[in-house]
């Protein structure tokens, strides 16, 4: 009979390090986090049984650091290491250096990861599999020839990716053929400095896609289970923004056919735990295979939601080495969730990371709404990593309900001091078009690349308020014309520090 | 009493009556806000109310109305009080930037009469605003910058020809 672990190491932060430590206190799971000296008062850092500093704020001095995070669990005792996602998730030579110093890495094989994190290889596994596959190249393509050759035989639009690709780096779409040398030679060169490697391929590139992707999970023990599907159709430049489950396109026969597929994905690949294959499905109802994330995803709370399972509990167990536990075996969907991501950015300027300190922070509540965040009142949120504070799950019985929770929590969820993007995924989930389920994969460009935030409409309302809070605050600004200059050297701002509505002034 | 606050670049003025009742120069509309014991702030509209959401930081009112977020910054009047500036400081016709920055306003216009603490132009440098006055009663002959020009502490800004 296997054993639970006693000690579990988490190396991330942020939202999903809270995420995991939640699971394991859940699990009588001993906690122990690792932290940058930027995240030495984090919520995640605070929030284990026991912390290690693994070094400054650059992500490749600290989280990416595999000795440092590796000596960190032997220090601890730690029998285990959840890496999150990003970071150090789908390294395969990480997932290699916990085998080797008997550290159980809570995730796949190294060679799973191997095998996914390589676009090519995987293809050319899945093919063999019978898993549908986008038209295309077989292999990575080198002369111009033969990008020219593929793309006459997929036809035209066609698209060109990186083979160590991710996040829309290394992509073009190409429309006519007099535009293909252009575009492989400049996702070449984009795959050569974002990946260091660059190998690029073609296939067909699919007109009004979604993007529906399963939830997996395999134990040691030869069992393999789909949790059902998530669509994430709604991306901006590549990257979700909003999810949901289940998807209004796919119908119980589609699911039970992709489902099997991602199964079969599962099995050809050797695969252990959770993981998630991603498909596009086009307006016809057939559906492609795109590419297997070894590791627990951004997305997985609508998966719980819907179906009644906690994913990250149950990595956990399966890592110890148990089986698939019961409810993994007798899977149903329930209601519907839907995700947004909460990123610290200006939505308003071209999407540029914000930073700053977080003055004012008041979570929304109620039946159906979930929140897995990261941050807090006075956390600071800086430049060195991914900005995502916090995400915010909301479930209903239905689609529309499921849509009003999460209208009415985003506009309950309050955060000042550096801007964010939740007027924005307000303005989605409310759209017409998002209502009426047409989200496809170009939904942001094409109903929202023109989307303002409004300043101007409320402008008065925003003064007023500021001269309010001003006037409370800091009764001696006043403008010049009025104002005594003289007295100006009196500013009680510089011993007062940040001031917060609803508290004393100290 | 009047309140000034730079929002993206833009200088905006509002009337406050009774740390209450807001009035704007160019707007016919009033807007109420009450702040409650707690320390909330509450929209009146007839007998409506609706919260709504600030934090003072340092130089900075951050705000939130219905979602939408605005930044107020609250504008230094340093007036080329010759800090870390350049230039000659003790001369009043000439008002120089007090540290190198870009312009994001030119409110004076060549040839503008304008009293001591006139605001003449905003410069924007270290994502501080800095509203450059008039150190005395004059007439505008230069204004040597346009909007969006970057300028340091050597060369003026605006150029006066003083009254008596």
Redesign the interface.
Known sequence: MPELFKKVLVANRGEIAVRVLRACRTLGIKTVSVYSTADRYAVHTLMADECYEIGPPPPLESYLCIDKIIDAAKKAGADAIHPGYGFLAENAAFSQACIDNNLVFIGPSPESIQLMGNKVESRKKMVNAGVPLIPGMKDAGESIEQFRKAADKAGYPVLIKAAAGGGGKGMRVVHKQEELETAVDGAKREAKSAFGDDTVYLEKYITDPRHIEFQVFADSHGNAVHVFERECSIQRRHQKIVEESPSIAVTPELRKKMGEAAVEVVKAANYVNAGTVEFLLDTSGKFYFLEMNTRIQVEHPITEEVAGVDLVAEQLRVASGFPLSKQFKNLSQRGHAIEVRIYAEDAGNNFMPSIGKILLYQEPTGPGVRIDSGVRHNSEVGIDYDPIMAKLICWGEDRDTARARMVKALSEYKILGLRHSIKYLSDIVAHEKFGSGETYTDFIERNFSDWSDGVDENMEMALATAAVANALVKPDHVASGNGDMGSRDYNPWLTIGSWRIGEKIK | ?????V??GEL???D?KD??I?T?PD?N?A???D?SP????Y?HNGDARSE????????T????????????T?PS?DGGKGTSGGGDMADPSKVYAPMPGKVVKVIAVEGDEVEA?A?LIIVEAMKMEH?C?AKAKGKVTAVNFKEGDQVDTETPLIELELAE
């Open positions: 009493m009047i309140y000034e606050f929002h993206n905006k003025t509002v406050l740390n209450r807001a704007f707007v509309k807007v109420e806000i702040c707690d320390g909330r702030f929209l709504v959401h600030a934090v003072v930081s340092g130089d009112i951050f705000v939130d109305i219905n979602s939408v977020l605005y930044e107020f609250i009047q603490k605001q509203i006055i």
